[in-house]
């Protein structure tokens, strides 16, 4: 829904995944789990060979080199991998989208609450921004 309403405004919408759940505890044989869907995006699967650093590197090079200027982040810490990509600022402006839980580290420019509660717990107030 979010991407048909970005086109209809001229934005083009590139949706990269980071494949958190191929690490060898989650997915011992390391097979990709996002799968092409038919939406009115690019998506880009993440590649799930090699190590934590040399996925995270490569997800932020793919990204840096597209020239997306703003790129949200929709995850929390405990999808290490999001947070490491985050951490290499690939996009100059980085936002943060709290579905849940909010990552404490200082990698965005900006977060998206998507519920009233986070918003109150923000360990963030002075950058406060918000939908609910």
Known sequence: MLVSSLKLQGIASTIFTTEW?????????GVPQSQDMPIDADVKIASVEGDFIERATKIAQVIHASGIKVAFFHGSLTEQITARVAAMR??????????????DADLFDGRVH??????????????????H
């Not at 759940?21 to 044989?29: C, G, M």
């Not at 690939?90 to 990552?103: F, K, L, R, T």
């Open 90 to 103: 690939p996009a100059p402006i980085q936002i943060n989208v709290n579905h849940s839980g909010e990552m």
């Open 21 to 29: 759940a191929a690490s060898w505890f989650f997915n011992p044989a």
């Open 114 to 131: 998507l519920f009233q509660n986070a918003l109150k717990r923000t360990r963030f107030p002075s950058r406060r921004s918000g939908f």
